[in-house]
Structure formats: C-alpha cells, structure tokens
C-alpha cells in the first residue's frame, strides 16, 4: 500500500526558510515523477514543483525562484527547500506522484505559515 508521509512544515518569518520532506512507501518511487503540491486557505490544491526520476525539475510561476524541488532515489524521498519566504507562501503542502497515484489517500500534509 502506498503511503505519503510529508513533514517539516512550521511558522516562519517573512524571509524564512524551511524544508519540506516527503518520505514514500509502497512504491517505485525511483520510477516515477513525483511533485509537491500547496493547498491555500480556501483553495484548491496546485502543483509547485515537479521531479522526474533523473532530476529533471519543472516549478511553475507561483513559486519559481523560492523553491527547490531534489529527491533521494535510495531512500525513497523527496524534498522541497523554501527560501526567502513570503505570506503567500504559507498554506498546507502535499507530495504525490505525476499524475497523483490513482486510489491512494493523500498523506496529511505539512503546514507551512510565514507571517511577520
């Protein structure tokens, strides 16, 4: 069965930095494209960053240049660092593969909040 474990997530300062972990199970986590998604108050849930199994990365417009998105093939991880944080920033984060395992629960998520 797999299983999406994210952690790491906290309150942070405007300019802050955290780093997001995702650990998987159950899965050919070295085969897949894996991304993480933020799910605002009241809204739904985006992709931020994506990962393919070789590295490729893709990070749409909404976070691009305050993210980055890496993976540990040998541990079944994945990982998105946040830098100079902003209050938009702040919002629940989700890992999961590209396109989300079919059948799978999404794991809890992690919340991140950047206030001043």
């Known amino acids: 069965q797999v299983q999406l474990v994210e952690s790491g997530g906290g309150s942070v300062q405007i300019g802050g930095s955290l780093t997001l972990t995702c650990a998987v199970s159950?899965?050919?986590?070295?085969?897949?494209?894996m991304s993480w998604y933020r799910q605002g108050t009241g809204n739904e849930r985006e992709r931020v960053a994506s990962i393919s199994p070789s590295g490729i990365i893709h990070y749409e417009d909404s976070m691009k240049g305050r993210i980055a998105i890496s993976r540990d093939n040998g541990n079944s991880t994945l990982y998105l660092r946040m830098y100079h944080l902003t209050p938009e920033a702040t919002g629940v984060y989700f890992c999961n593969k590209v396109p989300p395992f079919p059948g799978v629960p999404w794991g809890r998520g992690t919340l991140v909040t950047v206030s001043s």
């Open positions: 159950g899965a050919p986590f070295s085969d897949v494209n």
